[in-house]
Every structure is written in C-alpha cells, then in structure tokens.
C-alpha cells in the first residue's frame, strides 16, 4: 500500500506560479512512476506530467514549458512547480503514483487533491 499526501494548491493571478508537493508513504520501494493528474470542473482527469524511477520526465504538451516537475531533497517527494498560470489551468490536482502488478497492468495510487484555481 502506498499513501499519497498533496500541498501547495491555492489561488493565483494569471501569469502567477505555485508549487505543490506530493510526499508518498508506505510501500514506496514498489513505485515505478510519480505524476501528476488534473480535472477540472465537468471534465474528465487528465494527465499532466511524470517522473519515472530513473528520472525520466514527461508533460503533456499543454504545461510543456510551463510545469516542472521533480524528485524533492525529501525521500519519496515530488514537486510541481507551476508558472504563467492560466485560467485554463485551474483544476483538481492529484499525485499519483504507479506501482507493478503480476498480471502487467500498473496498479494506481491517488491522493486526495488539491485545489489549483488561476484568476483571470
């Protein structure tokens, strides 16, 4: 079992940053991938970056330049640093975390969510 706590969510300006912050506690050998997901209101959840077990990171194209996400000094962290906000962005943000399954499909973890609201 993994536990999976997110911080940092909060309201901002357009063009504004934030940064959350994801801590995972348990059974964290086991994770393979930590990312981030969004949804916002009446939509469905989206995925918006990752960060694999040797580092490798990927973003969705629409925070590619925008987003930074990285491992914290803190074992078993991830961050999200967040600039030019903008209103499209404001959502529910989930960490999650990935872990094997004999039967090959990746087995999810989510947190609970943190609100990201960006003002026009």
């Known amino acids: 079992q993994v536990q999976l706590v997110e911080s940092g969510g909060g309201l901002v300006q357009t063009g504004g940053s934030l940064r959350l912050s994801c801590a995972a506690s348990?059974?964290?050998?086991?994770?393979?991938?930590m990312a981030w997901y969004r949804q916002a209101a009446g939509e469905q959840r989206e995925w918006v970056a990752m960060i694999s077990k040797d580092e490798s990171i990927i973003y969705a194209d629409s925070v590619k330049g925008r987003f930074i996400i990285s491992k914290g000094n803190a074992e078993n962290t991830v961050h999200l640093q967040m600039n030019n906000l903008k209103p499209e962005d404001t959502a529910v943000y989930y960490c999650?975390?990935?872990?094997?399954?004999?039967?090959?499909?990746?087995?999810?973890?989510w947190g609970q969510g943190t609100q990201v609201t960006v003002s026009s």
């Open positions: 999650n975390a990935k872990t094997p399954t004999p039967w090959g499909t990746p087995y999810d973890y």
């Open positions: 348990g059974s964290t050998g086991s994770i393979n991938t």
